[in-house]
């Protein structure tokens, strides 16, 4: 997560959690447990301070497990909006925020043999932030028992609890462990998003969306068989959907996603011409280039457009990053003039290195042009 999440786990947030924990537990001492944790060091990252607070609370709530469960889930604040088509909690710093995930993350460390008293406060929690980090412990070691609660929690009434279901079981989750098993075999995850597709709220359709975009790095024929199928439902949320869920081997350039997205592989244009407007650019400049293309086709062609820069690495070796540009459609006999700026600039998830690199076009997957260019620090 980035790092400024960190902040969301203050002073705010560890003595508002203390204060609910009091109230239904009389012989917590909040004073101490909060002199324990705070204050955080500056640097100290977010999931230090999470597992600071979640082993800390080993300390000052009961050994037995199911006594120290009961707490916390009877600790929890208000439910979150389960109506809206985005209801996600905006108050990160508040007890509802990020710090229940230390409580998911007592769970999961402490509950793993008791599996009916940790999935039902999961789940309760789940309701106020989220478990999808947590509770992927219970379904790599109880993983038939997990799947067959889901299966229950695909119909829930509560948005969250149905969210969870899909989210959690993310092959390649962000900022979590990932499931090799359901890397190697999504099939089990499959039968649970098929409860899932036509879930009323964008929230819970987004998720599926993510995790069939997930599992299409791994198995793109199997998610492309099953969007297929999905296909034959022609609803326009349907349609956003499978075009979410495709949209990592669209950038790839798969055929066989592009011809699920309408836009066929196989194109007859002619490259007339692509510049770019100087060969060697800096940090912090913009790479200017321009292409015009012809059609050779008697019928209209759906374009997707887009630029690949080739970034060269420490080791001088080149590496392909994908951008999205233009969707066009181009009638026959017809030209067609586009251009475009890209800006080099530094950003936390890249590293520049100076030399020769490459920017090409491609379109419906297809690489058409390729020019060299050189980038100075």
């Known amino acids: 997560m980035p790092e400024l999440f960190r902040n969301y786990i203050s002073d705010k947030s560890v003595n508002e959690l203390a204060g609910r924990i009091e109230t239904v537990f009389s012989k917590f001492e909040s004073e101490l447990f909060c002199r324990m944790i705070l204050p955080f060091p500056e640097e100290m990252s977010l999931t230090d301070r999470l597992n600071l607070v979640s082993t800390t609370l080993d300390t000052f709530l009961p050994k037995e497990f199911d006594k120290a469960t009961s707490i916390l889930v009877d600790s929890l604040g208000p439910e979150l909006d389960d109506q809206s088509d985005d209801p996600v909690s905006k108050e990160y710093e508040s007890s509802n925020g990020f710090i229940v995930i230390a409580l998911t993350e007592f769970i999961s460390r402490n509950g793993i043999e008791h599996f009916d008293i940790s999935m039902n406060a999961l789940k309760e929690m789940t309701k106020r932030f989220s478990s999808e980090g947590s509770i992927r412990k219970f379904i790599v070691q109880h993983e038939e028992k997990t799947l067959k609660l889901y299966r229950e929690w695909a119909n829930d009434g509560n948005v969250h609890v149905r969210r969870l279901v899909s989210e959690s079981t993310r092959p390649r989750l962000p900022w979590a462990q990932q499931l090799p098993r359901f890397i190697e075999d999504p099939r089990p995850v499959l039968a649970l998003l098929e409860l899932l597709k036509n879930d009323k709220h964008l929230y819970v359709r987004r998720s599926v969306a993510n995790n069939l975009n997930d599992m299409a790095k791994d198995n793109p024929h199997l998610v492309i068989e099953t969007l297929r199928r999905w296909k034959k439902d022609s609803s326009k949320e349907m349609t956003w959907l499978i075009k979410h869920a495709l949209r990592t081997l669209e950038k790839q350039g798969n055929p066989e996603a592009l011809e699920l997205l309408g836009y066929s592989h196989e194109i007859d244009i002619s490259v007339d011409s692509f510049l ?44 392909p990053k994908v951008f999205k540009w233009t969707k066009k459609t181009i009638s026959s006999r017809k030209s067609l003039s586009i251009s475009k700026k890209h800006l080099f600039k530094e950003i936390t998830t890249r590293k520049y290195y100076a030399g020769a690199h490459e920017i090409h076009i491609q379109i419906n997957g297809n690489d058409v042009a390729q020019l060299p260019f050189i980038l100075k620090m």
């Open 276 to 319: 770019v407007k100087s060969d060697t650019i800096s940090i912090g400049s913009e790479l200017l280039f321009s292409l015009e293309l012809s059609s050779k086709k008697k019928d209209t062609q759906k374009l997707l457009i887009d630029y690949v820069i080739y970034h060269q690495k420490a080791n001088k070796t080149l590496t």
